[in-house]
């Protein structure tokens, strides 16, 4: 593919950028209904236990009624925009569940309660002025300045809802804290009208947010078309996720100067002077593409491992490295940590492993955290072929007077599937039980969702997109807008790191190593929270915590 230089200062030649990646759609074929599975994933909408469908490839309405025995009519309620749009592949549908549900009197009362709204206030202190964004509309405005819809109307005379892009809306101040902004904002226009006051370029490390280093160059290598590779489509959506990130932030005023290089098939089309002279070099993915680029610029500022957590081998030998997402052995310790905050002096811990499996490097890992911890726990082994008989010499370790706190030392699907199976049977024994496992628990398809909220699990993570934040949704919105599909996660960890560390330099430059582990910031999917051993590169340990409640909620707690 080459060397491919974006400036990222106009929406126009990034929607160039995007037609000349995205391929032509295959040639038409014979037409053929792909079946439909009925998802494991529940939601509550209004009181109710909807399912949460992702709409596959040639999927209809009539197949999806059917599979899960509802109406289209149903379907159009709880997904109003379908009726009007379409199905869409990977659009996300809201399907109400139609076998008897048993509901809850806080959930049958928040059914019932009158809604309440807080008025916004209206006293208007000064005004400031908004210009339109392409995906905006009032609602996302007057939430990003934390006053009313109606506020904005008033002090704009509008008759109707309806925006168009690059109009200038008047905002209304409403707080004291407008008020420093604007005084902020005035400070900085003052520092840079007497050029005379500017801080020397030493103290400016110390201001990065006011004095950023407005262009930041980055080298961008990808494996985009591997022959025979079904992840270049991965590779791809983590593409469109940078590239949106660079949009968003050329937006703020921080331009961006992105070569992409396609490295796959053991192509390396990068040149020593390139690495060297950019700010930031993104991937590439494996940990043996990475050592290439250590051989070719060993003095490279920095180099991001970018999807794989199994490349932290090369911090220890690379102090410009900085490994992204977080590797599997701190998830294990944070979750063996997360037991230990939890646990009182009236509670049992169970750690439960799988008699006769072959020993593997995460089972190692887990124990091994467990132990670091220093609390009492009670082991228990047993293999599958003893599944049916477990419940009563497992029932024996436990309490009635406390909490359970189960951990699965184990990531085999079928083990995993049993022990929950197993530990849900006695709940309805009336035992506390919160079940503790590892992240690949959720990706299990045989494990019935309804399982994981009767035990409580308790997951700790690296990765994790909550679709009520708003700022998913804006991203969601501007992406399909942008691309016409739905965003993965490789496009959710795309735009996440390069709208971080695009960032970091920005404010900081050559200072970063500095900064990078005082400057801890929660993104769409990732938590950066960057750290070093002398010598060494550097590490997210950002953890994300997540806890399935008995009522069906799935609650970030951090």
């Known amino acids: 593919m080459g060397n491919i230089v974006l400036k990222t200062f106009s929406r126009l030649l990034l929607a160039f950028i995007l037609t000349a990646f995205i391929p032509a759609a295959a040639s038409a074929q014979e037409y053929e209904s792909t079946p439909v599975t009925i998802s494991k994933d529940k939601v509550r909408v209004d009181g109710k236990i909807c399912y949460s469908h992702v709409v596959l490839e040639r999927q209809t309405l009539f197949s999806i009624s059917k599979a899960y025995n509802v109406s289209i009519e149903e379907i159009y309620r709880y997904n109003p925009s379908v009726k009007e749009e379409g199905l869409k592949k990977n659009s996300i549908l809201i399907i109400p569940v139609q076998d008897t549900q048993t509901v809850t009197a806080s959930e049958k009362a928040a059914e019932t309660a009158p809604e309440t709204k807080t008025a916004a206030p209206e006293t208007q202190k000064a005004e400031r002025i908004h210009v339109v964004k392409w995906f905006e509309d009032l609602d996302v405005i007057a939430e990003k300045y ?181 590797p599997h052995k701190l998830q294990y310790e944070d979750l063996a940590a997360w037991i230990k905050e939890d646990k009182k002096s009236t509670d049992r811990v169970i750690v439960i492993t799988e008699k006769g499996a072959r020993a593997n490097e995460a089972v190692s890992l887990m124990t091994a955290a467990i132990d670091s911890t220093g609390i009492s726990y009670s082991p228990f082994s047993y293999s599958i072929l003893e599944g049916r008989n477990v419940t009563d010499p497992l029932t024996r370790l436990m309490t009635e007077n406390g909490t359970n706190r189960v951990l699965i030392a184990s990531e085999s699907e079928a083990f995993v599937n049993d022990v929950v199976r197993n530990l849900n049977l006695l709940i309805h024994k009336k035992l506390d039980i919160v079940l503790y496992a590892p992240s690949k628990i959720r990706s299990f398809e045989t494990i019935e969702v309804e399982n994981f909220h009767n035990t409580k699990l308790h997951v700790s993570l690296g990765y994790y997109i909550d679709y009520s934040d708003k700022k998913v949704m804006d991203f969601i919105m501007k992406y399909r807008a942008l691309y016409n599909a739905e965003p993965s996660q490789f496009a959710f960890q795309g735009y996440d790191i390069a709208n971080y560390f695009i960032r970091l330099f920005s404010r900081y430059g050559d200072r970063w190593p500095s900064k990078i582990d005082s400057e801890e910031m929660s993104m769409l999917q990732s938590t950066f929270k960057c750290s070093r051993k002398e010598d060494q590169g550097y590490i997210n340990t950002g953890v994300r915590r997540i806890v399935y409640g008995n009522d069906w909620s799935v609650n970030q707690v951090r």
């Open 146 to 326: 934390g006053v009313s819809v109606e506020a904005i109307m008033k002090a704009n005379g509008l008759k109707g809802r309806k925006l168009s892009k690059k109009q200038k809306l008047v905002i209304p101040f409403t707080s004291e804290i407008d008020d420093i902004v604007e005084e902020a904002a005035a400070a900085e226009t003052e520092a840079d009208e007497v050029q005379e006051e500017v801080p020397a370029e030493e103290d400016k490390a110390d201001f990065g947010w006011l004095f950023p280093n407005r262009e930041v160059s980055v080298s961008l290598l990808l494996p985009l078309k591997a022959t025979g590779s079904s992840s270049s489509q991965n590779n791809m959506d983590f593409y469109s996720g940078v590239l949106l990130a660079t949009y968003d932030l050329a937006e703020e005023g921080v331009k961006t100067e992105l070569s992409v290089y396609d490295v796959a098939d053991g192509n390396f089309p990068v040149t020593k002077e390139r690495l060297e002279s950019s700010d930031l070099v993104i991937g590439p993915i494996s940990s043996g593409d990475l050592g290439r680029v250590f051989d070719t610029a060993p003095d490279a500022k920095a180099v991001i491992s970018p999807l794989d957590p199994r490349a932290e081998s090369l911090v220890a030998t690379h102090g410009n490295m900085i490994q992204a997402p977080v």
